[in-house]
């Protein structure tokens, strides 16, 4: 029996197994890209088929296709595949568009919405570390710091991070700018150390001992130090929601859009 014709349109719409296929072949080639943007480095045909979920047949039909199209390239030699010039175009295209701080507040301000922690972006100075955005969540409003103001180098997460990993010659220069009841003991060579193993620092107010700050780096393609996000929280909360955790997942997927590949310790 025919299908009356508005059954017939919706399936056209919906379930042809042509227009099915065109999603699905997109999909499957996207698959194939981000297997090649993930390796190490080049990858056989078979490594590639399963990395994908496809047959070998399948992926090989795939490779010619993006391989015409400058997308994927294939070496003469070992008959290995990585990704082509066509596929870098477009790379170093979308990392031109991306704005590393606006990425990096939009997703401080979820956090503030989700922990009980004041949450910020800071970039780097001539001054030293200035905060750019400061978002406040409902459940905590009490905070030493707001939007604009030049954060001491040596009491705080933010400026412990930057001292990690930044020359020392600007972070000296920056230093000598700062007001005298900025200057405390510098970090030394051992805690700086882990600053930079672990991507985050801490440290309790030295004035409000209940509160304390937390800060991780931002890095752009790179891996140039582009800004620092930051939570600040009562010492109950921080440990009671993690904040540390909270703080660094939120940093690896800042990272991720910037370009930057960082996995969280």
Wanted: net charge positive.
């Amino acid at each position: 029996m025919a299908l009356p014709p508005s059954s017939a349109k919706t399936r056209s719409a919906t379930g042809d197994p042509k227009r099915s296929g065109l999603i699905q072949s997109v999909s499957i080639a996207a698959r194939v890209l981000q297997a090649l943007s993930a390796a190490d480095g080049p990858m056989a045909l078979t490594e590639l088929a399963r990395a994908c979920r496809i047959g070998a047949p399948t992926a090989h039909r795939y490779l010619q296709s993006l391989n015409k199209e400058g997308l994927v390239q294939q070496d003469g030699a070992s008959g290995r595949y990585s990704l082509g010039h066509a596929a870098l175009s477009i790379g170093l295209s979308a990392l031109r568009q991306i704005e590393p701080v606006e990425v990096a507040a939009s997703l401080m301000k979820a956090l503030a919405g989700r922990i009980a922690a004041s949450c910020g972006v800071v970039i780097w100075t001539d001054v030293g570390p200035v905060i750019v955005r400061w978002y406040r969540s409902a459940r905590f409003v009490i905070s030493t710091v707001t939007l604009g103001d030049v954060l001491p180098l040596d009491n705080t997460a933010s400026g412990q991070v930057f001292q990690a990993f930044l020359p020392a010659q600007r972070v000296e220069a920056a230093r000598q700018r700062q007001p005298e009841a900025f200057r405390r003991p510098r970090g030394d060579g051992q805690s700086l150390e882990q600053v930079r193993s672990t991507c985050f620092a801490e440290r309790v107010e030295h004035l409000f001992t209940s509160l304390i700050g937390k800060a991780a780096p931002i890095f752009d393609a790179q891996g140039e130090l582009v800004c620092v996000v930051t939570t600040v929280s009562t010492v109950e909360a921080a440990q009671t929601e993690n904040h540390a955790d909270a703080l660094r997942q939120a940093a690896a997927q800042i990272c991720a859009q910037t370009g930057w590949r960082f996995s969280p310790p």
